[in-house]
């Protein structure tokens, strides 16, 4: 079993005769996933590798019956491509796009959630569920269909994880990358939970990042509600006040351990129900 997208997944790409639209769209194709259209203004009607083309998410929809979508479109385009996605009726929206203002992202993801839409992303890779769909910008060759759940604040570190725990016969029920941007949609704390109450997730595998304190609230939630055991990386041990820092700065930077790091999350570890790292 896995959690949010599987075999029912019905994908709409917008923006998909863009050069990443396009691109990312045939992988998804190649990999399996059931990609049912896409759209671009002004261009509906016409197909690219054998999608079907819409002008718009509404006319998308009622024609596919599509459930999720994917964005691929400018930054400055994508808030309004969340909420017009979401007001077509899309219950699950991935955002590819970075760089988009924090105040526009804060507005689409209040609108996605009266909607009954869930929003992942922005500037995040997307997600898999191994064997069944992908919708995203993944490397689907590393992924392994199996039973270990996996939530990452960090595109890369995933894949370079998951690669260790293919290696090693550990497959994934479904990997999510959420984004590393200060607001995104689905968090760890949602994503923690369908894990839990997935039957078929035994284990569960968190990539988090210093800064914020995003980490500290899934610490505390493990601790109460979760049952499987779960494995942690929090990439970096310190950073400035205040600020949230990338995958990559982070593990460079900083030689003493932050309050932030070093407080919940060493709570959680002998005593919680589930095992840490």
């Given at each position: ?15 998909i ?31 690219v ?27 400055r ?44 992303g ?27 759940g ?51 997730t ?43 820092m ?32």
């Open positions: 079993m896995s959690i949010l997208i599987d075999k029912s997944t019905r994908l709409i790409v917008q923006g005769t863009g050069r990443d639209g396009l691109f990312h769209a045939k992988k998804m194709k190649e990999y399996g996933t059931n990609v049912v259209g896409g759209t671009s203004p002004g261009k509906g009607g016409t197909d590798d054998g999608i079907p083309v819409f002008n718009t998410m509404y006319d998308a929809v009622e024609q596919t019956k599509a459930n999720t979508s994917i964005i691929f479109v400018p930054a385009f994508a808030a309004d491509a969340i909420m017009e996605a979401a007001d077509a009726g899309i219950r699950i929206i991935v955002c590819i796009a970075e760089g988009i203002p924090t105040l526009d992202v804060i507005k689409a993801h209040q609108f996605a959630e009266q909607k009954g839409a869930m929003l992942i922005p500037n995040c890779p997307g997600l898999i569920s191994p064997g069944k769909s992908m919708v995203g910008i993944l490397p689907g060759q590393v992924f392994l269909e199996g039973n270990v996996v939530i990452s604040r960090s595109g890369t570190l995933t894949y370079e994880i998951v690669y260790h725990l293919t290696a090693n016969g550990m497959g994934q029920s479904t990997a999510i990358g959420i984004g590393g941007d200060p607001v995104v949609g689905l968090h760890f704390r949602q994503l923690l939970e369908m894990f839990q109450n997935d039957p078929e035994e284990a569960i595998v968190l990539i988090g990042e210093i800064g914020g304190n995003a980490e500290e609230q899934a610490a505390e939630y493990i601790r109460n509600n979760v049952t499987k055991p779960v494995v942690a990386f929090i990439a970096g041990q310190s950073a400035p006040p205040g600020k949230q990338g995958h990559a700065g982070a593990i460079i930077s900083g030689t003493s351990a932050s309050r932030a790091i070093s407080g919940p999350c060493r709570r959680a570890r002998p005593s919680s129900r589930a095992s840490r790292s």
